[in-house]
């Protein structure tokens, strides 16, 4: 078990809807990274933040949005929902330095119907 | 841009045997780390073994090693002694060391599935 905690572990939302998911990084990780894992195929980077600051953005539209809280824990939102963003949705916190570890939590399962 | 490309969806392998995991991966980037991260049905993403491009020798850890090819963009793993517990989907993935620590590209998986 790694120190990385999501919240909620599943949740259904309606089409157009607005959604929040929650991630705790690790104690004395300052970096939290996003990414959606669609059924069948392998995490796609969201966006990462560093210091409370959007540190580079995958290719996602604008409706994904976040936030890293002084704590480092940080926020994803998802506006306007669409039935594509059915997903896995993982946070991976890491330290700063080239040759630490992301570590992963368990993941919030959406379902968009 | 980069990408990583894993050409077996599915695998499986008898307990106490050996199996490889292949990946092949694309960039012009001559510094970077490459990494096989084990996700089993929990689905949290576990680091089985990492790799910088700039050490020659390939790494190992305890079971697990990998068979790195620099010239052929090459990355594959080996598992020895399989056991029940290495049952999970396997993800090769590649950070460019220029960029941020958790910018990580991900290829589609292998499943594999280990047999007593």
């Known amino acids: 078990e790694t120190g990385v905690t999501q919240s909620p572990t599943h949740l259904i939302k309606t089409r157009g809807q607005q959604v929040t998911l929650r991630c705790s990084s690790q104690?004395?990780?300052?970096?939290v990274s996003w990414y959606q894992q669609a059924l069948g195929q392998g995490p796609q980077f969201i966006f990462q933040?560093?210091?409370?600051?959007?540190?580079g953005r995958g290719n996602f539209p604008p409706r994904f949005s976040g936030l890293q809280f002084p704590n480092y824990s940080s926020e994803l939102n998802v506006n306007a929902l669409e039935l594509d963003d059915s997903a896995l949705y993982l946070c991976?916190?890491?330290?700063?330095?080239?040759?630490?570890?992301?570590?992963f939590g368990q993941g919030t399962r959406l379902t968009v119907v | 841009a980069q990408t990583v490309t894993q050409s077996q969806p599915e695998m499986s392998v008898q307990e106490a045997e050996t199996v490889t995991l292949s990946c092949t991966y694309d960039?012009?980037?001559?510094?970077?780390?490459l990494f096989w991260y084990k996700q089993p049905p929990s689905r949290q993403m576990i680091l089985v073994i990492r790799q910088e491009a700039y050490k020659q020798q390939n790494a190992t850890e305890n079971r697990f090693s990998v068979n790195f090819q620099k010239a052929a963009k090459s990355f594959s793993l080996k598992i020895s002694d399989s056991q029940l517990g290495d049952t999970a989907m396997y993800f090769c993935a590649f950070m460019n060391k220029r960029g941020s620590q958790g910018n990580l590209i991900f290829g589609k998986g292998t499943k594999l599935s280990v047999k007593p």
């Open positions: 960039t012009s980037e001559n510094n970077y780390y």
């Open positions: 104690s004395g990780h300052n970096t």
């Open positions: 933040y560093y210091r409370e600051e959007e540190n």
């Open positions: 991976a916190s890491s330290a700063t330095g080239l040759n630490t570890e992301a570590f």
